[in-house]
C-alpha cells in the first residue's frame, strides 16, 4: 500500500508528531508513505518576518497543487484542510476514487485566537463530508465533525523510546518550572505569569524555563525566568530539564480542541504536570496520578505552591506519568489504530 501525506512543514508540530512519527512503524506493516510538503524548513521562523503572509499563501497554494496533480497512491492522508477557507481543493480530489483520510488535532474550524468564523466552518464541515474517514486528536473534536459513524479517536503521541527520562544525575540543584509551545499558546501561558512568577520567588533556587519560537518581551531579563529558543535537536533536552511541566489553558472553544500534547510530552520523559482541568486534559490525565489539575479560575500560583508542598516526591510522580504514557500514548499503542483504518479504506492495495 503507498500512503502519501499532505502537511504541513517537516518541522511542524502536526507533521512530525501526527504524520512522520509513524512512516518507520507503518513501513514495516508494509505501508509506504511518502509525505508532501506545504512548507520548508522556515515553518517555525516565518511568523516574525514581514512576508510571512506570502509565504504561507504560497504554501497553501503549492499544498493545493500536490493534492490536485499528484497520483498513484493507494491512500490520501490530509493532516487538516488544504486551505483554511475553501474545502474546493478537497472536494476536487473526491471525484478521483483514492480514498481520503482528513486528520485534525486542533479546532481549525475557528477563526485566529478562537473567534467565530462561518467559512472556516463551512471549510470544515465540507472537507469532513467529502473524506472517506476522519481521524479525530480528541473526543470533542469527534463531535464537532458531526460524522460519528466514519470517525476515529486517536490521540496525538509520541515515541516514548526517543521521549524518555534524562539519564544520570541532574546538573543542578534548582528547582525548573517549565513551559514549551509555539507561539500561538502564549495567551494562555500569560494568563498563568503573573502568579506563577510570584510563586517561584517565594521559593529558593526556582525559576520559570519558556521554551518556544518567540519571547515573551516583558519577561526578558527577569531573573526568574529564563526563555530559551526551540529548536528540534534541543527539544528533548529542555524537556528534560523540567522538575514540573506546565499546561495551562483558558476554558474556550478553541481550548477544547486542544488535545493535551504538552501534558503528553511532559509525561513522556518523567516531568510531574501542572495543567489546566480543560479539553482533553482531565481524560489524559485520568489515572496517571502524575502531577495535578488546575480548575478553571484557580489561582495557578497556589496551585503549584499546594504542588510542591503536598509531600509527595515529584520523582514519584514523574515515574507514574511516564508508565501513563507508554502505555496509553505512545506511537506503538496506537499504531494499530492506523493501520485498521488504511486498510479498510484501500483492503485491495
Partial sequence: MRVLFFTDGPESPGSRFRCLQFFPHLEGRGIHCEARFAYDAR???????RWAPAYKLAGRLKRVGHLLTDGGADLIFLHKT?????????????FRRTPMVFDFDDAIYLGPGGTADARRRRTFERVASVADHLIAGNRHLVEMAGHPEKTTYIPSVVDTERYAPASG????DELIVGWIGTASNLPSLRVALPSLVAALERLPRARLRIVSN?????YVGHPRVEQWRWNEVGELRALQSFDVGLMPL?????????????????????????ASAVGANPDIFEGSRGGALVKPGEDWGAALTRLLS??????????????????????????ERYVEVFQKLAPRA
Avoid at 488544504?82 to 472536494?91: C, I, K, R
Wanted: some cysteine; aromatic content about 8%; proline content about 5%.
Fill in 43 to 49: 515553518y517555525n521562523d516565518v511568523f516574525e518576518r
Fill in 82 to 94: 488544504s486551505l483554511a477557507v475553501s474545502g474546493l481543493p478537497e472536494w476536487l480530489r473526491s
Fill in 169 to 172: 544525575p541532574r546538573a543542578t
Fill in 214 to 218: 518567540t519571547v515573551v518581551p516583558e
Fill in 250 to 274: 483558558e476554558d474556550t472553544e478553541l481550548t477544547r480542541g486542544k488535545c493535551g500534547f504538552k501534558m503528553i510530552q511532559y509525561m513522556a520523559v518523567g516531568v510531574p504536570v501542572l
Fill in 310 to 335: 503536598s509531600g509527595e516526591s515529584l520523582t514519584a510522580m514523574g515515574a507514574r506519568g511516564r508508565a501513563h504514557a507508554a502505555a496509553n500514548y505512545s506511537v506503538t499503542s496506537v499504531v
